[in-house]
């Protein structure tokens, strides 16, 4: 979902309209959330990717990111790390608000909570920018309405990339005062900065070995069950092709067109 493509912009505006950037928020030096305009009649499913595009050198520079805003926004907002001379990114680094941005028409991607049809739990597992999707995932009232328990895990280096802390408190709140049934289990891990016993929901090391010796299911107080469980897994390609085969030998397998699965995974890089 990362690759990126450079066309004309002649060519690049009849499949793309030209926003304006809003709004940027910079979480470290690195990761930053900005927002968009949404385009007339634009829509996606809450999981799915946009592809934007920026002008650079007289070309459109393209490249994908997931949508963090629900579907019912007037906006778009999205989840970005900035990788160091990157040609979209370090273009991106550089925008401010009025700037233009292009969107394409189209919204893309198959990670959607609404491909599941059964389970009573929804694990969603997510490192650095792969949690991108949930964010939007997490705003659907139907999501909190069919699922017991939403299990969100978002692995990351240091601390200070945890994003979006605020705004899932401010979900479990909204939750519990509309009377929707799920529980929202918020699970941090950190691999590189010690992690105090006295932090609720963090945890020390990789998602894929927190998985692999059941630290994640004690400190959601669940089990990771193929009757029970619904799984996505969104990041680093290396964690998804773990998580896959953790996944497979617990006797899951990934969801299919003709039903069927109990998880689904997208690359995040």
């Keep these: 979902m990362s690759s990126a493509s450079n066309v004309s912009i002649d060519a690049y505006s009849e499949k793309a309209s030209c926003e304006r950037l809003l709004w940027v928020h910079r979480w470290t030096d690195k990761l930053l959330s900005f927002r968009t305009t949404r385009p007339a009649g634009y829509r996606f499913t809450a999981g799915q990717f946009a592809r934007l595009g920026l002008e650079i050198d007289g070309q459109v520079v393209s ?24 040609q979209f990114t370090s273009r991106l680094d550089a925008l ?36 991108g999707p949930y964010v939007s995932i997490l705003q659907q009232p139907e999501v909190w309405q069919r699922f017991e328990d939403l299990v969100l895990v978002h692995g990351v280096r240091q601390c200070a990339e945890l994003a979006y802390a605020d705004k899932f408190a401010q979900l479990r709140q909204q939750a519990a005062a509309q009377g929707w049934p799920a529980r929202l289990h918020s699970l941090r891990c950190v691999t590189r900065e010690e992690v105090l016993p006295s932090s609720p929901g963090l945890l020390a090391g990789r998602i894929t070995d927190l998985l692999r010796g ?5 400190a959601a107080g669940l089990s990771l069950t193929v009757d029970d469980a619904r799984v996505m ?25 003709a039903g069927g699965g109990q998880f689904v995974t997208e690359d995040y890089w």
């Excluded at 805003?69 to 907002?77: G, M, N, P, Q, R």
């Excluded at 896959?244 to 006797?251: D, N, P, S």
């Design 96 to 131: 401010q608000p009025g700037d233009p941005v292009w969107v394409e028409k189209l919204s893309y991607g198959f990670m959607t909570a609404d491909r599941f049809s059964d389970g009573r739990q929804l694990w969603m597992l997510a490192t650095g920018t792969g949690l």
């Design 214 to 218: 059941g630290q994640l299911e004690q």
């Design 63 to 86: 490249r994908a990111y997931s949508i963090t805003s629900a579907e019912h926004e007037d906006v778009l907002e999205y989840y970005a790390i900035i990788v160091p001379g990157g």
């Design 233 to 257: 897994a969104c990041g680093n390609p290396e964690m998804v092709t773990e998580v896959r085969e953790l996944l497979r030998q617990r006797g899951m397998s990934p969801l299919r067109r």
